[in-house]
């Protein structure tokens, strides 16, 4: 069964193209960082046009390197949400046509239930399992008990692991976006330098807050302006440090509650190496398993949308039928 994904639910236009659940023909993306970074974040009206400019040419690029005919494809998998409204509805669009075009079933998929997902394009792992999706709009902590069964465990409060990553990044003067900045910078710094708050919550919280440590960041940096204080290294090893260190804590918690000893990370934050070393460390202290998906399948990518179609249309079959009123929604939840 030959599955095309398609992702546009922020500023990635992404395709691919998926056999059998797990076999990867080919894995397009269309990062638009060049476009947004000077103006410090997404600019959602740009995302979408940019979006509406690429999606045929990635959609056409994701076939050619699969070497496969749309008329091949036997299932759309399109991402419906959570994301920036313009973005997600260029996708939806596309797939709707295609679909209503071809006669191909289609299905939405949510773009936290992908990453979810992202791990099983690698590796068939045993559920139920504890995973943490840890993107620049999400930290969710989840008991995964099998395909379509989440229940989640704890969120952030305020920002998310990696909205923190690309404020600091944005406050030491890097572009959007600061996450791998921050991980490339704290390799040159001293993470002991400075402490920086880590943030645990109630004692038995599952939550996560990280706007305290932002703050304290952006407090050391004006502080520290007319002072010889920290380098820009030991500022992006010290937060680097206090965020790895929360969300391996709250992993190791979250197994300890459910008594699960198997563990996934994903999103966009999942491809610091800090965070799985870090992660991978804490588990195996533990008697725990870990797993991370490469990191072209943490940060966004459309192999991880076809991936959870698949499992969604192998387990519902209800593609067709309300393909007109299928709708795209910003805020959807898991
Ligand atoms: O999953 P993703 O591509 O998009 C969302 O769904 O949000 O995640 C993007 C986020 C950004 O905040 C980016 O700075 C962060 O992931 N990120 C990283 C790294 N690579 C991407 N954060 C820390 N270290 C990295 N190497
Ligand atoms: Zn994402």
Redesign the pocket.
Known sequence: MLVLGLETS?D?TAAAVLQDGNKLLSNIINDQSNIHSKYGGIVPELAGRSHIDQVHKVIGCALESAKVKLRDIDLLAVTVGPGLIGSLLVGLNTAKGISYGLGTPLVGVN?LEG?LLAIFLQKQIKFPFISLVV????TDLYRVNNFGQYKLLGRTRDDAA??S??KVAKMLGHKY????K??KMAVEGDAKAHKFPRSYLEKTSLDFSFSGLKTSVKNYIDKMQSSNGLSDGDIAAGFQEAVVEVLSRKIIMACEQEGLSRVVVT???A??GALRRAVASACSNSGYESWFPDPVF???NAAMIACAGYQKYKSSHDSKADLLNMDATANLLL
């Open positions: 922020c990635d773009h990453h993107s620049g709009g999400h990696g909205e990553f690309d976006p600061g996450g791998p921050i991980e999103g966009g934050v491809a610091n943490c940060t966004d």
